[in-house]
């Protein structure tokens, strides 16, 4: 079964509108200090949770885990090396904004081992990125693009948002457009959604496309990305020369990933079964835990019905779909409970597959997702 690790890095310049994340505003040098050794012990208690198989993917996400020095992500990324045995090509990515980073510091990131960068762009239009309360400009995303390549990096992706207030077709195709003249060889292209717990939700802003144009914005978008040679292989993941992102590949089909941080959340087959677990979010309470040595997130065994809901609400969101063997390995659930789920979903057009053993969403069921992954809602 393949490891990943998730840490989870907390702290923002500023909380964006939009965003449910697990992230708080701070993070100064005493903080991070603290926070740090929080992690380092963290690592070593899921390096006892887990056991021996190697990492194939370590995740820095946030938050900005881009607000903490290269000299920390190195010191972070030691630990997890003394405590784990990792695949000799491990991805190991992190998550950090346009303008918060110097040619030094990206230099310093990845000589710490970082060798896949996620850039949190989410637009290129002034104004887009004020009324999502982006702290950077436009010109800082070029340049961050543009010095990330010099300090060695060669895996980069870009978020990117779509049905932002007051789009149409032609500004998200301009947008997709300038991700796509930095040469990126990822793209996370995803549209904008009020998420409840956020200030959007309490206050949408003005101007949201309606879903018509939203969908015909996604269509839009779909063919530009194609133009430019990026293979959409998720909801909202696009690859260009097969660079698709193996730690989230891991998620979508059900293996394992560690948890490490403030809210952190993982899943692990067991001999007893698969669990899952997560970590105390509140920051400040999170590192009082880890440092009088308190339980941190304790196995929770998911049922059969949670089994089948959690592997489908992954698996669904992958273009290419699944093999039934899949299924069975990962949640050691007998094939036809799927086959029986599956056979009305595949009557009204949503699934396609069976032969051979894979089963895919078709561009209806991929338009319905929401609809289709209901289905498998435990009872």
Request: with cysteine.
């Amino acid at each position: 079964m393949p490891l990943s690790l998730y840490v989870h890095l907390p702290w923002c310049v500023r909380k964006c509108p939009y965003c449910d994340f697990n992230s708080y505003r701070g993070g100064d040098d005493a903080s991070r200090r603290r926070y740090l050794d929080a992690l380092c012990r963290d690592l070593e208690s899921e390096a006892a949770r887990a056991g021996s198989p190697p990492l194939v993917s370590i995740f820095l996400g946030g938050g900005t885990p881009s607000l903490f020095r290269a000299d920390e992500i190195a010191r972070l990324l030691d630990v997890s090396r003394s405590h784990f045995a990792r695949v000799d090509d491990i991805e190991i990515t992190m998550e950090a904004n346009p303008g918060g980073m110097e040619r030094d510091d990206l230099r310093g990131y990845r000589d710490a081992g970082v060798n896949r960068l996620s850039i949190g762009a989410q637009s290129f239009d002034p104004g887009a990125l004020k009324t999502l309360g982006r702290v950077h400009g436009v010109e800082d995303i070029g340049l961050t693009v543009r010095e990330a390549a010099d300090a060695g990096f060669d895996n980069v992706n870009i978020d990117l948002m779509y049905a932002l207030p007051g789009q149409d077709i032609a500004a998200a195709l301009a947008d997709i457009d300038a991700a796509a003249s930095l040469q990126p060889t990822h793209l996370s292209w995803y549209q904008l959604t009020l998420e409840p717990n956020t200030v959007f939700h309490t206050r949408p802003p003005q101007g949201l496309p309606d879903e018509d144009l939203a969908y015909a914005i996604q269509q839009a978008g779909e063919a530009r990305l194609a133009e430019f040679g990026f293979e959409r292989y998720e909801v909202s993941a696009y690859a260009r020369d097969r660079r698709r992102c193996r730690h989230n590949l891991n998620y979508w089909s059900f293996g394992d990933y560690l948890a490490v941080g403030a809210g952190a959340h993982g899943k692990l087959s067991t001999s007893a079964g698969v669990v899952r677990y997560r970590k105390t979010a509140n920051p400040l309470q999170y590192m009082q835990q880890v440092e009088r040595g308190a339980e941190q997130g304790a196995a929770e065994p998911l049922s059969d019905s949670d089994l089948l809901f959690e592997f489908m609400l992954n698996a669904l969101r992958l273009v290419d779909g699944f093999d039934e063997q899949l299924f069975v390995e990962r949640t050691r659930l007998p094939l036809p409970v799927l086959r029986a789920r599956l056979a009305p979903l595949a009557k009204r057009g949503l699934v396609a597959g069976g032969e051979g053993g894979l089963w895919r969403p078709t561009s209806k069921g991929q338009q319905f997702l929401n609809d289709l992954q209901a289905h498998f809602l435990p009872d």
